[in-house]
């Protein structure tokens, strides 16, 4: 990139400046990670439009971190955010108004030009990927009061006993008194995600219609749309990207739990997907490509070590074929592969989806046999057994 062009996206895009970074604090914005060097002093050229930054402070020799702290926030051209590193609560500080304009004064007048690395532009693009409906609105709306969001202010979340590595790992650090912030310790402080009810309950409905009505989420869907968003379909797949970002990126365990549950809502509906809502399902499929097909790549080798420490990404309790995730695909792909009329696009990006989990992770979904109208797997041990019984026996 010549000088010049180098200069124009520096003053058109945002920069965020963060002082008295410790050495090997990883910081990261978007998809990308870095671990800081001695001269490390933020981050300049970040387009237009939502980012997540997040970071982890580090031991002084750079060998354990402490759980990730991180925000989302609407980059602008010109724009300068500044943040101070505290060393006894091991986290960066908002400035005052009047600091902050008097660095945003020397940011834009080049002074910190050398100390700030560049935002990566090839990045860009698989970022949008991931956060193409978020918009200003979506993170004032979400956002947990501070804008931190941090798996220590979720107490309760992490409190259940640890199953996997990564969770015994994340145990030991928040049990440690080095990782928990005095201003925390009686401070909860959540996301403000929208309430998804498990059960619909309708007075004056018998069971037989409660069942079906329960079955099939997409009434469920319909009334979210209406009562929550106001018919803007757009606004639940932002918080989809929202709370699988702040999972993913941010270790929110709140976040993934969110993410967990619009996925149930969305994959539950069986009429929606055909009659009222092609084109959402069309969208949010594409949305769950790419957050996979991003996820997925812990899998790769050649993935860099800062951002597999920075990550989450996915746990292999989450990979297995006995996962939340695989018996919804399951029976996803069954009603949309198998349906006789089905819209083109909804159809190409499922099988892409398909193909994605089959060749990333070896997924196999077995053609389902139907026994009575109950679909159940070739070879499931609790199907019913049929017998060619007798021509004279009905």
């Known amino acids: 990139m010549d000088s010049e062009t180098s ?69 602008s051209p010109s724009k300068v955010l500044a943040r101070k590193w505290n060393p006894e609560e091991e986290r960066f500080i908002k400035l005052s108004e009047e600091e902050e304009e008097r660095y945003a004064q020397a940011v834009r007048s080049l002074e910190f030009d050398r100390e700030l690395g560049p935002y990566a532009l090839d990045h860009f693009k698989e970022w949008k990927s991931l956060s193409n409906y978020i918009t200003q609105s979506t993170i004032e709306r979400i956002q947990p009061i501070g804008g931190e969001i941090t798996i220590v202010s979720e107490p309760e979340m992490s409190g259940n006993s640890p199953k996997t590595a990564k969770e015994k790992t994340l145990a030991e650090q928040l049990s440690s008194s080095r990782f928990t912030r005095s201003s925390d310790k009686n401070q909860k402080v959540h996301c403000y995600y929208t309430s998804v009810p498990r059960l619909i309950k309708h007075k004056g409905m018998c069971a037989n219609e409660l069942t079906c009505l329960n079955l099939d989420k997409t009434q469920l869907l319909e ?81 860099d070590v800062e951002r597999k420490s920075a990550s989450v990404l996915f746990d292999e309790s989450w990979l297995s074929a006995d996962s939340f995730m695989h018996h919804l695909c399951k029976d996803f792909f069954q009603l949309i592969l198998e349906a006789p009329v089905v819209d083109g696009d909804l159809l190409s990006w499922t099988r892409k989806v398909k193909e994605l989990l089959e060749t990333a992770l070896g997924w196999s979904f077995q053609q389902l046999e139907t026994v009575d109208g109950i679909y159940f797997d070739e070879g499931d041990e609790f199907a019913p057994v049929v017998e060619m019984l007798e021509d004279h026996v009905q």
């Open 223 to 303: 009334e979210l749309l209406i009562k929550e968003f106001g018919g803007a379909e757009d606004l639940l797949l932002a918080e989809l990207q929202f709370a699988f970002i702040a999972f993913l990126m941010g270790q929110s365990l709140e976040s993934f739990l969110q993410w967990k549950t619009l996925l149930t809502l969305f994959f539950g509906c069986t009429e929606a997907p055909f009659r009222t809502r092609s084109k959402l399902f069309t969208k949010f499929i594409k949305v769950i490509y790419y957050q996979l097909k991003f996820g997925l790549q812990e899998n790769k080798k050649d993935i």
């Open 7 to 75: 200069l124009e996206l520096v003053r058109k895009g945002t920069t965020l400046l963060l002082l008295d970074v410790p050495q090997f604090t990883l910081i990261a914005i978007d998809t990308q990670v870095f671990c800081a060097g001695p001269n490390c002093k933020g981050i300049k050229m970040i387009p237009q439009g939502p980012h997540f930054f997040y970071y982890s402070p580090s031991s002084r020799d750079g060998n354990e971190f402490s759980p990730i702290v991180g925000f989302f926030f609407e980059a």
